[in-house]
């Protein structure tokens, strides 16, 4: 599994082409067959999975039993999904919906989650982290959410 760690800022080019950081190219496995999914995500940003990453998740998502809520979010998933082969100059293409999804002008800004990449408007990703609680808050609620879910 491809683990992507780290923060890029980058430009998104008039054709709607991002470059993905070398390291982050570097740990694609090659059964990802140098392609990402690119889709919607919580907070009005973009998530790139690469390919094998994104066929495990599908399979999971496609597990959950059939609820409205569940139909819902494949559906709307569904409605921005593209897949995307890295050109010679490491660049993905995002479609023109998944630009104005997520607010996509010039600076956009790469952020790694281990098993996909986030990509946001860098301003719209600076305020995001601005209006964020505190660390310690966050940190403790997580760990405490974690353990509940066990």
């Known amino acids: 599994m491809s683990r992507f760690r780290g923060k890029f800022v980058y430009t998104i080019d008039s054709k ?7 390291k982050f190219r570097k740990v694609l496995s090659p059964s990802a067959n140098e392609t990402f999914v690119v889709c919607r995500a919580p907070n009005k940003c973009l998530r790139a999975y690469p390919k094998d990453a994104w066929d495990t998740y599908e399979d999971e998502l496609a597990s959950r039993p059939q609820t409205p809520e569940t139909l819902q979010h494949l559906r709307l998933l569904g409605n921005t999904l593209s897949e995307s082969t890295l050109d010679k100059q490491g660049r993905i293409k995002l ?3 998944q630009i104005a999804i997520a607010g996509l002008v010039k600076s956009i800004t790469l952020v790694g989650y281990t098993g996909y990449i986030e990509i946001w408007s860098t301003e719209r990703f600076s ?19 974690g353990l509940r879910a066990k």
């Open 127 to 145: 305020e995001y982290i601005e209006k964020a609680d505190d660390f310690d808050k966050v940190f403790f609620q997580s760990v405490e959410a």
């Open 16 to 22: 709607g082409r991002i470059n993905i950081p070398f």
């Open 95 to 97: 479609d023109t919906e």
